[in-house]
């Protein structure tokens, strides 16, 4: 492996953990689950949105079915919360940066997986966003939350502009490492912003009637 | 493409279409979510249940991925919820009957493509059905609500007598445009004559002990 | 076939029914629903964890959509719930132990389709367990119900067993139909135990702060 190959596959693990351990996370202040439950919804977290990816362009079984170091990586976020989940509440904010780590190295990466398998560039950049927030979208579904990249944040818009510069540097023959790196920092960077400032999509008028389930 | 290919391909188009704005719209009336929320809700309305059955048949990645209409289609009736969701409210009767003809088209498309790709003819009912009701269901449990398709009026069972219908005359080598106009008219009556006179399928005597999540 | 292979069909079929009834038999409990929703929700807990073990070794179309019997007994064992929902209610105990069967049967063949397939051992044993468990949780997320799987109980613990069993004797070179039964029948065992004693898989300590939404 390059050294390039190699800095994407630590950040890909970077992520996965990160993901399973915020995963995990949201889940545990929601709802009553036992270890069972936090394994799960920590890894559905983590592998969830490559899966969906897999699926869609047929690459079955998953590639995170196929490598064990994804496997084993998201497992041990997950187990972490299952033990520390008291004192990590308290870690919001360096969770949540490593968190967008996850959600940009996984736009990139689902992007440019989706472009290489042979569909065309909105699909690379709908199923490099589905990369990036299948995973948590799942976990709020079996948790019975509305999806949070639904309703609030800027989770799937960063995720959009990560993927979508992906897709053009690949279809201007311009994508490398440095494309990658800038593609997933652009997203890193509008996501850290929209924490920050707490910014919201904007929503539709006038049409929300009674009190929903989420939060 | 023959007049009646044309014909399909225009009806098809015109279900998405019309699933992607009830969809967004049933979305929008029970959550309070963004912009991200109403494209993602009303696009898997009109386009989940053709990805399950895309799935079930092995043809991957799903048609709707393949045809950039589908997509643009179902993402312009999910903006359009965006930008007048206030004023469609009271459109009621014509979006349902525009839904209808979603239900009625991918009911039959479903069960055809099914059985063309081999599988046997109570599968190709059941599949064409899936393509039918899959989307909402899928949007319903990411918003939880209880799906509708399984407590209240009838959405399943023309779904079902309209893939029965296609399913017969495939097997009986009468396939042809009359056929499938024939088998989604029937589909759509039913339906039709269903919300008019707001019929319901039988329900289980005696067992709900508690009020539910659903409305 | 021989009689070894006859007995497993048995045993599925068995299981398929089992877990067909108890599926229907928690959904109307839950929720209400109509006679779609009966026969869906039972069809979906007894053939949903086989669908997506399947999608994940990618055996598509689905070994059940292949095999009308699975099909019917799931549908037969669904339909006896909306028609005795009110006796059956009263029945819990033989229900559960044939619940348990499906479980047993569904984790080692589960596991022993995914070994084959060419799979991992450690995805084996997850794939065999998500044989099990992957029927009724996606019936819970449908009616909106935290799975149970997750929160309470000895279920996915007794399947992890007897698919770790399966994989165990399978790359030893020991599985046969002896290896099978000894691996099912240590995950029934278990499974019936953690019922009789009400035992529970350990919970994260200090973290769950609102009441959830399961029962």
């Known amino acids: 492996m390059s050294p390039e190959q190699i800095l994407l596959l630590l950040l890909d693990l970077l992520g996965t953990f990160a993901f399973a351990l915020n995963g995990a996370l949201t889940a545990v202040r929601h709802v009553r689950i036992d270890i069972i439950g936090v394994l799960t919804l920590g890894m559905i977290t983590a592998l969830g949105g490559g899966i969906l990816r897999d699926i869609m362009?047929?690459?079955?079984?998953?590639?995170?079915?196929?490598?064990?170091?994804?496997?084993?990586v998201a497992a041990f976020g997950a187990f972490i919360v299952f033990i520390f989940a008291k004192h990590l509440g308290r870690m919001t904010v360096p969770i949540e940066v490593l968190d967008a780590?996850?959600?940009?190295?996984?736009?990139?990466?689902?992007?440019?997986?989706?472009?290489?398998?042979?569909?065309g560039p909105v699909q690379a950049v709908i199923l490099g966003t589905l990369t990036g927030v299948g995973g948590g979208t799942i976990r709020d579904a079996l948790v019975g939350r509305i999806p949070s990249v639904m309703s609030e944040g800027l989770y799937a818009i960063p995720a959009m502009v990560g993927a979508g510069l992906t897709v053009a540097a690949m279809m201007t023959d311009l994508y490398g490492?440095?494309?990658?790196?800038?593609?997933a920092s652009t997203c890193w960077l509008i996501r850290i912003i929209g924490i920050r400032f707490k910014l919201n999509a904007p929503q539709?008028?006038?049409?929300?009637?009674r009190v929903g389930t989420q939060d």
Chains 1, 2, 3 share one sequence.
Do not use: C
């Open 204 to 209: 539709p008028l006038g049409t929300f009637r």
């Open 177 to 183: 490492i440095a494309a990658a790196v800038i593609a």
């Open 57 to 72: 362009i047929d690459d079955l079984p998953p590639a995170t079915f196929q490598d064990w170091r994804y496997l084993a």
């Open 101 to 119: 780590v996850g959600l940009s190295v996984f736009a990139v990466t689902g992007a440019s997986k989706a472009l290489e398998f042979g569909l």
